[in-house]
Nanobody, 121 residues
């Protein structure tokens, strides 16, 4: 069983920074993709950033130039560095990973429990 645990959320003033982490544990042969999603109250969950095979990065237009996603393939920890935060970045942030648990299993998608990010004016 694979578990994802996010950390690093909190309250920050507009213009500030926060770093989120997502630690994957359990039976992990390979992490193919890790993504950060967010969901604000009354809104649908949306993709913020994604990293594939450790190098290919994609970002939502609203966070380009402000957020950076990375993945430590050795320790299976994903990061989302968030700079110049805005009130509209306020949401619960979730990490998701496409993981192959063993060489006998296919790739499966796992989700963390989420961490709250609140940006005040």
């Amino acid at each position: 069983q694979v578990q994802l645990v996010e950390s690093g959320g909190g309250l920050v003033q507009a213009g500030g920074s926060l770093d989120l982490s997502c630690a994957a544990s359990g039976s992990i042969l390979r992490v193919y993709t890790m993504g950060w999603y967010r969901q604000a109250p009354g809104q649908q969950r949306e993709l913020v950033a994604q990293i594939t095979r450790g190098t290919l990065r994609t970002y939502q237009d609203s966070v380009k130039g402000r957020f950076t996603i990375s993945l430590d393939n050795i320790n299976n920890i994903g990061y989302l560095q968030m700079n110049t935060l805005k009130p509209e970045d306020t949401a619960v942030y979730y990490c998701s990973a496409e993981v192959q648990p063993t060489d006998r299993e296919s790739v499966q998608t796992y989700w963390g429990q989420g961490t709250q990010v609140t940006v005040s004016t």
